[in-house]
C-alpha cells in the first residue's frame, strides 16, 4: 500500500524540480519520482495541481493527467506497494520552463500554507483515509472527460483532486473534508452542465 507521509507542499515541489535537473526534462516520469512512488498525497497531489495551472490549459494535457490519476489512484485503492505507469504515460512531457516558472511562483504561497496546515482531524488523512480518497479521485477523473468538452470545466474536479490529495499530503483532515464538499459541488455542476 502507498504510504500516507506527512511532507510539506514546498518539499513535493522542491522535489519535483530537481528530478526535473537532475532529468532535464519535465515529464510525468519525474513527477512520478519527485513524489516517491509510493505517497498516495504527492502521488494525486502533483498532477491535479498541473491540472489546474495554467499547463493544464494546453491541449491534451488534462487527458493525460486524469490517466494518470485514474492509474495511480486505482492502484492505492488495490493497495499496491508501488505505482506502475505505462511508457507512453510515464513518457509524455510537460514545457520543461513553464513548469519550474510556476514551481517558482507557488513555492512562497507554498511555504506560507505549509505554516497553517497540518495535524487536524488525522482520522481523515491517515491510511483508511488515502484509500476512500483514491476512490473519490477515480470518480472525479472520470467527469475529467466529458468536462474538457466544456471552457474551463477540468478545475473543477481538478480543484477537487487538488484539497483531498492535500489533505493527505499534509495529514489534514479538515482539507480532506472541503475536498470532498469540493468533490460534491463538481460533480453537480458538471453533470448540470452536460445534462
Avoid: H
Avoid at 485503492?77 to 510537460?94: A, E, H, M, Q, Y
Avoid at 468536462?147 to 489534514?172: E, N, Q
Wanted: one cysteine or more.
Amino acid at each position: 500500500m502507498a504510504t500516507v507521509q506527512s511532507e510539506t507542499i514546498k518539499e513535493v515541489l522542491t522535489n519535483w524540480e530537481d528530478e526535473i535537473e537532475k532529468e532535464g526534462r519535465a515529464d510525468v516520469g519525474s513527477l512520478l519520482n519527485a513524489s516517491g512512488s509510493r505517497a498516495a498525497g504527492p502521488l494525486l497531489f502533483l498532477p491535479a495541481l498541473v491540472m489546474i495551472s495554467p499547463i493544464g490549459a494546453i491541449p491534451g494535457v488534462p487527458i493525460v493527467l486524469t490517466t494518470l490519476t485514474l492509474l495511480v489512484a486505482g492502484q492505492l485503492v488495490l493497495g499496491r506497494t508501488s505505482i506502475w505507469l505505462p511508457s507512453f504515460v510515464r513518457n509524455r512531457g510537460f514545457p520543461k520552463q513553464k513548469v519550474k516558472s510556476i514551481i517558482d511562483k507557488l513555492t512562497p504561497y507554498a511555504e506560507r500554507a505549509d505554516r497553517y496546515l497540518g495535524q487536524r482531524l488525522a482520522m481523515f488523512a491517515g491510511e483508511t483515509a488515502s484509500r476512500i480518497v483514491a476512490a473519490f479521485c477515480i470518480f472525479l477523473s472520470l467527469l475529467v472527460y466529458p468536462a474538457t468538452l466544456l471552457p474551463f470545466a477540468v478545475a473543477l474536479p481538478g480543484s477537487a483532486i487538488l484539497l483531498l490529495s492535500l489533505g493527505l499530503l499534509v495529514r489534514d483532515g479538515v482539507v480532506t473534508l472541503v475536498g470532498l464538499m469540493v468533490a460534491l459541488a463538481a460533480v453537480a455542476t458538471v453533470v448540470y452542465w452536460l445534462a
